[in-house]
């Protein structure tokens, strides 16, 4: 197998044009939350804490709009591999409709009612004021995101993981040099702290907003259509789409609302606490991208071919990219703990922070390779071949009957160390990857699911 995938060039070739670009990206979109966290971090840990609570409600929503556009995508990916422009259109304002939707409910909590959000997660009087004035600006920037990612997710679906990668490049450069200058003061500016930050990140996810949706419309990019061509589907085609779409939507909802009550039992065992798992997992994120380049790659990669009634080929692909999710996870979780001592130096926080977030970036190393085949298996293998109900079920089911219990078991009642919990935590991954792998080899996964369309 590891022969015949290292002799197979056209797969190569398009995982190269593909993967690589939105791994890059990830790369960024993750960095855009390091830059805040590693600069407000030279502030104070309450501030780390503020600005990490504050971000779960993007959190939530950011895994909605994934679902919204996972499910989306999987349509246009199967649509392109027989070049059905219109159905492309059709699927993309589906999916527009969604995601604007979402943003506007979005932005209303977090503009109206960021009070209320804090309290949810956080005691702490000080930590809920700083994140009430972050949420307040951060909140404009949620439409902005949502015709981002709906953008970004399409083209990539199409082939095009350039564009996507140049604006977020582009993103990240304004949100890095504005976070300097309004977080500390610069170039006559007063020093806004937390609030410089949540201004940055608005402009910046303004201008990749405005970066994609004029790139895309002054061009001849395949998703470019008439703006009346994107919304004249009809019910049917809608509730087809929904059908799929549906269950990766309740997948990332729910899952963020799992990952977020993992927040609010660490978040219980103190603000020292809870900055060192918002240090840890703001670094997770950056190790994790190569899962998401793979997993985004193997969606569009298998989709394709599933659309152009290829399965044969799609199941081998399947196999190959596992194969190169368990290489990169084995070189990053080593190259992880090699670096967390110099990797928490970065952060402005006492000695015990510092320590207990290389223990727990170090039980992050230890599951990174599992977790990142978990992610390979829902966002690539599954929805790429539609199989997104039983997607569902493996993670929601890991989720909450295993992560969930552990994480309030361990805080509330064993008040375990923090690097302790974070490792029971993550005995969901384990009973993921033994679900997932299942039903991978069973090869049930892959249809053409728009097979009458």
């Not at 670094?283 to 044969?312: C, D, S, T, Y």
């Not at 727990?360 to 978990?374: G, H, S």
Request: aromatic share 12%; with cysteine; charged share 15%.
């Amino acid at each position: 197998m590891i022969r015949s995938m290292l002799q197979d060039k056209h797969f190569f070739r398009v995982l190269t044009a593909i993967g690589i670009p939105v791994a890059i990206q990830h790369v960024i979109t993750s960095s855009l939350n390091l830059v805040d966290v590693v600069m407000i971090g030279q502030i104070n840990a309450v501030s780390i804490t503020a600005v990490g609570l504050a971000n779960q409600l993007f959190f939530v929503f950011s895994l909605l709009l994934f679902g919204i556009n996972s499910g989306g995508a999987i349509f246009v990916a199967q649509f392109w591999g027989r070049r059905d422009l219109e159905n492309i259109h059709k699927s993309l304002g589906v999916a527009l409709l969604l995601s604007v939707a979402g943003g506007l409910m979005f932005t209303v909590i977090s503009v109206l009612f960021p009070e209320w959000f804090m309290r949810l997660l956080s005691n702490d009087d000080e930590a809920i004021r700083l994140g009430v004035e972050y949420l307040r600006i951060v909140g404009l920037s949620y439409l902005a995101t949502a015709v981002s990612i709906t953008l970004s997710s399409a083209s990539r679906s199409v082939g095009d993981a350039r564009l996507p990668m140049r604006a977020s490049i582009l993103s990240l450069g304004v949100n890095t040099g504005l976070n300097a200058v309004l977080i500390f003061g610069l170039l006559g500016f007063p020093a806004m702290g937390v609030k410089g930050a949540a201004l940055a990140t608005l402009v910046a996810r303004g201008l990749e907003c405005l970066i994609l949706t004029v790139t895309i419309f002054t061009s001849l990019h395949p998703l470019r259509a008439k703006g009346h061509q994107y919304f004249r589907f009809s019910r049917a085609f809608a509730r087809r789409i929904l059908q799929k779409s549906f269950p990766v939507m309740a997948n990332e909802f729910l899952w963020a609302i799992g990952m977020t009550l993992y927040v609010a039992a660490y978040a219980r065992m103190g603000t020292q606490a809870y900055a060192a798992v918002q240090i840890s997992q703001t670094v997770e994120k950056l190790f994790f991208v190569a899962a998401m380049g793979i997993g985004h790659a193997a969606a569009v990669m298998i989709g394709n071919l599933l659309g152009e009634n290829r399965r044969e080929e799609a199941i081998r692909y399947s196999r190959y990219f596992n194969l190169l999710t368990i290489f990169f996870g084995i070189v990053l979780a080593v190259f992880l703990l090699v670096t967390a001592p110099a990797i928490a130096r970065f952060f402005n926080v006492d000695e015990q922070v510092r320590a207990d977030a290389v223990k727990v970036m170090a039980v992050f190393a230890f599951f990174l390779t599992i977790k990142m085949c978990n992610a390979l298996q829902v966002i690539g293998t599954l929805r790429g071949g539609g199989d997104t109900t039983y997607s569902l079920m493996m993670e929601i089911s890991s989720v909450y009957l295993v992560g969930v219990p552990m994480a309030f078991l361990a805080t509330t009642y064993w008040q375990l160390p923090i690097y302790v919990v974070v490792a029971l935590v993550h005995l969901e991954e384990v009973t993921k990857a033994i679900v997932g792998f299942r039903r991978l080899f069973s090869n049930k996964w892959a249809s053409n699911i728009i097979e009458g369309m």
